[in-house]
Structures are given as structure tokens and as C-alpha cells.
């Protein structure tokens, strides 16, 4: 194999976790390229200037006083909370409020609540109206909604007219969260067996450690991470945290490449970025395959 795509990625389920900051960095990227386009920012620079910056912070400023948690001097709480609000759009008391921990929901309920709109969390562009405004989170995902049926009518008629297959069985476009489907997560990472025996398996999803294993072994492997500037389930800059984290040798950190998008978590639903995504994988597909002659 010469080469892996990753679309909308998430590679590490404990930085979910309780009591972890990781979740509230890598959202805020995410957060300011919505303000971006909802003109909710002062900026001068253009879009990717202002990301990098916000980049910079979240990474930085916003880490370091995250990681001190209550011990946090009230001036730097103050600073702090400024900066979040004008990358975000926010107001500066509600990022007091929510002790600067912003939420996706929060965020999707809070942003345009002036205008009495939520966002999506697949794609923050899309919008739609809930039951009040007054609400601490939106009551569903506009973003969802808006494609769900259309996905689901085509596949049905791709099964009726194409494949000649008719079924009775509620087609889910996303696995139910619960239920007798109930997934699996238990798993052991590469390399951890040794004379002693396995390890003890993880109970959650951390498949870094296993992409980096198949990089170690097989050094001509390429990586391409494809990401929607927009995407609140899987947000760009959590996946350039977890692919940074895989500790690879100097000479294989080259073999990993990154794509942007103005699109949410399916890239392919904007035209405009899939041509641009088709393009640039295009691009890649040619340069991994004649590397690997």
C-alpha cells in the first residue's frame, strides 16, 4: 500500500475525556473560521493568516491557561477571555461564563443567537431555527437535517431501481449511538505485546499509535489528511494535534500532507471543494505512485 486518505478525522476518542483541555483547543480554529464567515471578526488579514494566528494562540496562550485551570490569575483570566471572544465571535462576558471552555453545542446555540439561528455541527455553515432562543443548546443539527433525506431517498431508490432490492429495514445514514449495535472500542496498540504477553487493551478509540506503526514499517508510506474548515464533529486542528503526536522519525513527518477546504465534515457536498479536494488528490495520487517506482 502506498498511500492512506484521511477524511474528517478523528484519531483519539480520550481527548474526550472529563477534565481535559485538548477538546477546547482544537475546537477554537474552528470556532474563528465560522466567526470568519459569519463576519463576527475584526480582522485585516486574510482567512488563513487569521487561522494560523488563532493557531498560534490556541496552542499557546490559550493552553497554558487552560492548563492551570482555577489557579489562573484573574488579569490573565481577563486577557484570555478577550482573545477568545474576538477570534470567536462571542461576547466576552459569555466566554467569562463558560469559564473560556466553549462547548461545540454552546457555540452552535450561542453564535447567531442575535439572529435566532443555530448552526450545524457537521458543517457550521449550515443554519436553522429552534424551538426558542433562550436555550443552552441547539435542538438538533441543521447541517444534518438538510442532507439526511436526500441521502436517504437516493440510496433507497439506488436500491429499488438499480439493484432490484426491496427491504422493509429502517436505512440509517449514521450507526445509532445505542442499542444492541453498540460498538466494540476495546483495542490494542501495535508493539506493546512482548515476553510478558499482550498488554491490556484500551477501551476507547486511539488508532494514531496504529498509523504511525504502519509508517514506521513501511517508510514509503504517504498520508494525506483532507479537512472542512467548518467541520465541528471532526475539527481541522484536532487532526493536525493527533497526527503531530505519533512520534515519527524526522524523515516520515515529511510523508504526511494536509488539504483545506471550505466545507464541513463532508467535504464532497460543496461542489466548489470537491473539485478542489479531486484536484489536489489528483495531484497526490500521482506524486505517491511514481515515489513508489
Same mark, same amino acid.
Given at each position: ?7 474528517s478525522?478523528i484519531?483519539?476518542y ?8 485538548? =477538546?477546547?483547543?482544537g475546537?477554537?480554529?474552528t470556532y &474563528? +473560521?465560522?466567526?470568519?464567515?459569519? !463576519?463576527?471578526v475584526?480582522?485585516? #488579514? ?6 494560523d494566528?488563532?493557531r498560534?494562540f490556541?496552542?499557546?496562550?490559550y493552553?497554558?491557561?487552560?492548563a492551570?485551570g ?5 488579569a ?9 471572544a474576538?477570534?470567536t ?9 463558560a469559564?473560556l471552555?466553549?462547548a461545540?453545542?454552546?457555540f ?18 449550515f ?5 426558542d432562543?433562550a436555550?443552552?443548546?441547539?435542538g438538533?443539527?441543521?447541517? =444534518? ?7 436517504? &431517498? +437516493?440510496?433507497?431508490?439506488y436500491? !429499488?431501481?438499480e439493484?432490484?432490492? #426491496?427491504s ?18 476495546s ?14 487493551p484500551?477501551?476507547e478509540i486511539y488508532v494514531?499509535?496504529?498509523l504511525?506503526?504502519?509508517?514506521r514499517k ?5 498520508v494525506?489528511?483532507?479537512n472542512?474548515?467548518f ?9 493536525e ?17 494536509f488539504?483545506y ?13 470537491l ?6 488528490l ?8 511514481s515515489?513508489?517506482?
Open positions: 500500500m502506498n498511500g492512506v486518505v484521511l477524511l478525522t484519531l483519539n480520550y481527548e474526550l475525556a472529563p477534565g481535559l483541555n485538548e =477538546s477546547y483547543i475546537n477554537l480554529p &474563528a +473560521a465560522t466567526a470568519w464567515y459569519y !463576519d463576527k475584526q480582522q485585516k #488579514t486574510s482567512e488563513k493568516e487569521f487561522l494566528e488563532v498560534a490556541a496552542r499557546g496562550e493552553a497554558d491557561a487552560l492551570q482555577h489557579n489562573l490569575p484573574p490573565k483570566f481577563d486577557a484570555i477571555a478577550a482573545k477568545v474576538a477570534y465571535g462571542l461576547s466576552v462576558e459569555y466566554v467569562k461564563e469559564n471552555r466553549i461545540p453545542a454552546r452552535r446555540k450561542e453564535l447567531a443567537r442575535d439572529r435566532a439561528l443555530i448552526l450545524g455541527r457537521y458543517d457550521t455553515r443554519e436553522g431555527t429552534d424551538v432562543s436555550g443552552e443548546n441547539p438538533y443539527d441543521p447541517s =444534518s437535517t438538510g442532507i439526511t433525506g436526500a441521502f436517504v &431517498a +437516493a440510496f433507497r431508490d436500491l !429499488d431501481r439493484l432490484k432490492y #426491496t422493509a429495514l429502517t436505512y440509517y445514514p449514521s450507526a445509532p449511538s445505542s442499542g444492541p449495535q453498540d460498538w466494540d472500542h483495542h490494542h496498540l501495535p508493539g506493546q505485546g512482548g515476553a510478558g504477553g499482550q498488554a491490556a484500551l477501551h494514531g499509535a496504529d504511525a506503526d504502519a509508517m513501511n517508510p514509503a508510506l504517504k494525506y489528511s483532507a472542512g474548515l467541520d465541528l464533529a471532526t475539527p481541522f486542528f484536532k487532526t494535534i493527533d497526527l503531530a503526536q505519533m512520534n515519527l522519525d524526522k524523515k516520515l513527518v515529511g510523508n504526511i500532507e488539504g477546504y471550505p466545507a464541513g465534515h463532508m467535504v464532497y457536498l460543496n461542489v466548489e471543494a473539485k478542489q479536494m479531486k484536484n489536489d489528483d495531484s497526490w495520487y500521482d506524486r505517491v505512485l515515489r513508489s517506482k
